[in-house]
């Protein structure tokens, strides 16, 4: 089923440590998505704010990986596009079924602060910004009277930036931990399974932003 559009943001977060040699060449590496599940907050069929399991699923045919392996997308601090700290120089869904980059920070001095706390292990979550364009139930990982769970079987990652607060304990500056009011993707069901299509999201107010 062909997606309405997607410009659905959410984000999930996760840690990464300075390498040896990261004061020199101010490389990063790091994983920034893995299929580990994680709550998160999506509108249902009924247009309702659900807290639901999502996972996302790591077949590379699941992922589109065009903006963030064109080797021109940001690195961000705090998910805000006026604060590019460095560019994602590599990225690629690994065998290990994660999602792993490579940063070039920038050297740029009214960053040395930001450099300094990445070597002394004070700056070490990572989060990265996705769209869902369709989900299936995962049933199989439901627990009765529990959440349901949902499997993200075509999605997109965005951008990734250093963050302060990790959801997904298994990558790293190390997922960002979900916004009750992040963008929302819609559901549409049928008899066998659920598939969930994103659609636009209402536009805020300048007010309200």
Known sequence: MEPENKKEILFRN???????????DCVLPLSFSS???VP???????????????????NPSS?????????SAPFLLDHDPRQVAGVIQKAEIAGDKKGRAEIKISKRADL???RQDIMDGIRTNISVGYSVQKY?????????????????????PLEISSVGLPA???VGIGRSAASAFAFAPAFQDDE??????????????????
């Open 14 to 24: 996760f840690r990464a440590e300075a390498p040896a040699g990261f004061a020199q």
């Open 35 to 37: 299929e580990e599940m």
């Open 40 to 58: 998160q907050y999506i509108a249902n069929e009924r247009g309702e704010i659900e807290l639901v399991d999502e996972i996302l699923d790591h």
């Open 63 to 71: 992922v589109d990986m065009s903006r963030l392996a064109s080797g």
């Open 112 to 114: 040395a602060g930001f």
């Open 136 to 156: 299936e139930r995962a049933k199989e990982f439901e627990v009765e009277g529990g959440r349901r769970c949902f499997r993200a079987v075509a999605w997109t």
């Open 168 to 170: 997904d304990s298994t």
């Open 192 to 209: 066998n399974k659920t598939a969930i299509t994103t659609k636009e999201s209402p536009k805020m107010d300048e007010k309200e932003r």
